[in-house]
């Protein structure tokens, strides 16, 4: 069954690009067809499913896909880099990628926008992930099969780095002051109030004053996306008639499921704060409110 989202997948370097989102039908109907790459971009807890989608390749969120040099967890690499291990992927610049991930849209979302970041446009995530793929009756294998446990042919991906795509601290601050922007912190209405712990030891509690409040999990039912009317309401109740936006989270992978539902919604500027929480919580001068969203 396809969604409203789609697009047309393209397999062999010709044609229209992909949208946003691809069904799991749609995609097994090309799994294995040259030019189609699968990566499985699952991190923490959700890396133990033990399968995968067969030949799928690790897209390591938790380890090469972040900078190694940022005291922060999961922030971009430099270009050189993530290039890098795009080629050792066997990643092509003439390549359709589908992104997915084990809990449903979760990481899959950070591995789209990063992609997107670096001025590849050829990838769309896996509506609902590996559980909507299982459910679908489509195959699987046990991690560590196939491709997803050899070695690739080398490929030719280029980073082209797009600028304000993603931002600092700074860009934050403008946008908290600019009447046409809106800053959405996809955390839970708990950690945003400040009325739990952070899970990462010495962050302060609250958010952002200014900032709006939309759990990244508002913007799917079973997990999927909702539809775009559902998801152009849900972002216009809480950011108004602003169009701009500046999308937080506590590491920088949630706020891009909330970048996702804002392309989705026809959304066309959008910025994921890359250090998000984990930055902007930590003892410092950044101001930091506590309460839930008014």
């Known amino acids: 069954m396809s969604t409203e989202h789609e697009g047309p997948i393209a397999c062999d370097g010709v044609g229209e690009l992909p949208r946003p989102l691809v069904d799991v039908d749609r995609l097994a109907a090309v799994l294995g067809v040259p030019g189609v790459v699968v990566l499985d971009a699952s991190v923490g807890a959700h890396r133990s499913a033990g399968r995968?989608?067969?030949?799928?390749?690790?897209?390591?969120?938790?380890?090469?896909?972040?900078?190694?040099?940022?005291?922060?967890?999961?922030?971009?690499?430099?270009a050189a880099c993530f290039?890098?291990?795009?080629?050792?992927?066997?990643?092509?610049?003439?390549?359709?990628?589908?992104?997915?991930?084990?809990?449903?849209?979760?990481?899959?979302a950070r591995a789209w926008w990063m992609l997107r970041a670096m001025g590849f446009d050829r990838v769309s995530v896996l509506d609902g992930g590996l559980?909507?793929?299982?459910?679908?009756?489509?195959?699987?294998?046990?991690?560590?099969?196939?491709?997803?446990?050899?070695?690739?042919?080398?490929?030719?991906f280029t980073a082209r780095p797009r600028p304000g795509m993603l931002v600092g601290s700074g860009a934050v601050v403008e946008a908290l002051a600019d009447p046409y922007s809106a800053v959405l912190d996809a955390r839970s209405r708990q950690r945003f109030a400040g009325t739990v712990a952070e899970p990462r030891p010495?962050?302060?509690?609250?958010?952002?004053?200014?900032?709006?409040?939309?759990?990244?999990?508002?913007?799917?039912?079973?997990?999927?996306?909702?539809?775009?009317?559902e998801l152009r309401s849900l972002l216009r109740a809480s950011a108004g008639s602003r169009e701009r936006l500046v999308v937080s989270c506590g590491s920088g992978v949630t706020a891009?499921?909330?970048?996702?539902?804002?392309?989705?919604?026809?959304?066309?500027?959008?910025?994921?704060?890359?250090?998000?929480?984990?930055?902007?919580?930590?003892?410092s001068e950044l101001p930091v409110v506590t309460g839930p969203a008014r």
């Not at 990244?216 to 009317?229: E, K, P, T, W, Y």
């Not at 804002?262 to 500027?269: K, N, P």
């Open 52 to 78: 995968c989608i067969p030949g799928a390749r690790r897209f390591d969120i938790d380890g090469a896909m972040s900078d190694p040099a940022s005291p922060l967890p999961h922030t971009m690499p430099q």
């Open 83 to 108: 290039a890098a291990e795009m080629r050792a992927l066997g990643v092509n610049g003439t390549d359709t990628v589908v992104v997915y991930d084990a809990a449903g849209i979760y990481s899959s």
């Open 131 to 156: 559980p909507a793929w299982e459910a679908a009756g489509h195959p699987v294998e046990g991690r560590g099969a196939g491709v997803a446990g050899a070695a690739c042919p080398a490929g030719d």
């Open 202 to 229: 010495g962050l302060r509690g609250g958010h952002m004053p200014g900032a709006l409040n939309l759990p990244f999990d508002a913007v799917q039912r079973d997990g999927r996306m909702l539809s775009r009317g």
């Open 256 to 283: 891009c499921v909330l970048a996702l539902a804002a392309e989705c919604a026809g959304y066309r500027e959008v910025s994921v704060y890359d250090g998000s929480w984990s930055e902007w919580g930590r003892p």
